[in-house]
């Protein structure tokens, strides 16, 4: 196996992973995925939050929901991973779903050094 396909691999085992906690709606989880100085903007142009107690306090708004995802589409190339993919959230007695794209970065260690999601509020739909 070559450098490139062992990052590749540990990118891909990132992004799954980021999907299954994601879906277990575990903040400190998540945010584990992700270097300690890496930044997050989600949806992509928002403020950037830096670094992992930012990264953990923003995905700490799943915790109160159920979650299921599915990946859709996943592209690597180098250390960049862009992936489509279905996320329905459940929040009371209201259920939600979105499908972002999202473009993550990665160390060599396959962390998350930068995630932008690419969506809207327009692109939710209730259901």
Same mark, same amino acid.
């Given at each position: 196996? =070559?450098?490139?396909?062992?990052? &590749?691999?540990?990118?891909?085992? &990132?992004?799954?992973?980021?999907? *299954?906690?994601?879906?277990?709606?575990?903040?400190? *989880?998540?945010? @584990?995925?992700?270097?300690?100085?890496? =930044?997050?903007?989600?949806?992509?142009?928002?403020?950037?939050?830096?670094?992992?107690?930012?990264? =953990?306090? !923003?995905?700490?708004?799943?915790?109160?929901?159920?979650?299921?995802?599915?990946?859709?589409?996943?592209?690597?190339?180098?250390?960049?991973?862009?992936?489509? !993919? $279905? #996320? #329905? &959230? &459940?929040?009371?007695?209201?259920?939600?779903?979105?499908?972002?794209? +999202? #473009?993550?970065?990665? *160390? +060599?260690?396959? $962390?998350?050094?930068?995630? $932008?999601?690419?969506? @809207?509020?327009? +692109?939710?739909?209730?259901?």
């Amino acid at each position: 196996m =070559t450098v490139s396909d062992a990052r &590749t691999q540990r990118i891909r085992a &990132t992004v799954h992973a980021y999907l *299954d906690a994601v879906a277990a709606g575990v903040a400190v *989880d998540i945010a @584990a995925l992700y270097a300690d100085d890496a =930044t997050l903007e989600d949806p992509a142009g928002s403020e950037p939050r830096v670094g992992k107690a930012a990264i =953990t306090e !923003f995905y700490k708004a799943v915790e109160a929901t159920e979650n299921t995802t599915e990946l859709l589409t996943l592209r690597i190339s180098g250390a960049t991973a862009a992936f489509h !993919f $279905r #996320v #329905v &959230t &459940t929040a009371g007695e209201q259920t939600y779903e979105v499908e972002p794209i +999202d #473009v993550m970065t990665f *160390d +060599d260690e396959g $962390r998350i050094t930068s995630m $932008r999601a690419v969506w @809207a509020p327009s +692109d939710m739909r209730v259901r």
